[in-house]
């Protein structure tokens, strides 16, 4: 469903399960910054009234995820971390070329923000099905849920505002090159890392 191509390597939940103080940290932060980058796209691109709409109630469901997930670092005892780099995104953002149109950039946005939510949501799959928690792992099965829709919709917006083929082809050239990212990643306590 989600076309990813390459897996998560499953020993990832491993070091999760030795790092749940850090893992929520982690995912708190997440939900904060795709709260920032729904923000971000209703800024920059005011005039797309649809997207604005979608953007706008995309806000208000992360930042309730961020309280969430806030809430469980709070129910066992701990307090929010420092936030840290994303080396994921890092390396992700860095696939398109700066510039272009606003279309261009816009899509390339919304390919980005397509791609972090399926990852997300791949990784809370994996949570739900193979932490020992079992309230973490149900709490990650519903937050997996949620995060495939977001993932549909960006991807439905950029073949919306972009020419169809085009974004196809940016689409899965970003999942080819998000896939050589992975092999380097999974080993360490973090969302995406």
């Given at each position: 469903m989600l076309g990813l191509k390459l897996p998560t390597d499953p020993r990832w939940v491993n070091i999760v399960e030795k790092n749940i103080e850090e893992i929520l940290t982690d995912h708190a932060y997440c939900e904060q910054?795709?709260?920032s980058t729904a923000i971000?796209?209703?800024v920059s691109f005011?005039?797309?009234t649809e997207?604005?709409?979608e953007m706008t109630k995309l806000v208000k469901e992360e930042i309730s995820?961020?309280?969430?997930v806030h809430d469980k670092i709070i129910e066992r005892g701990w307090v929010l971390g420092r936030d840290r780099k994303d080396d994921y995104v890092i390396q992700l953002v860095t696939f398109f070329?700066?510039?272009g149109s606003r279309t261009t950039q816009l899509v390339h946005r919304l390919l980005y923000a397509a791609l972090i939510e399926a990852r997300s949501c791949e990784r809370f799959k994996l949570l739900s099905e193979e932490l020992e928690d079992q309230e973490l792992s149900k709490f990650y099965k519903d937050l997996m849920?949620?995060?495939a829709n977001h993932y549909?919709?960006?991807l439905g917006f950029a073949r919306q505002y972009g020419d169809r083929e085009e974004v196809d082809k940016k689409w899965q050239d970003l999942l080819t090159y998000e896939a050589q990212i992975m092999k380097d990643l999974s080993k360490k306590e973090t969302m995406h890392g």
């Open positions: 910054k795709a709260t971000s796209l209703i005011p005039e797309y997207l604005v709409q995820h961020f309280k969430m070329p700066k510039g849920v949620s995060e549909t919709m960006f």
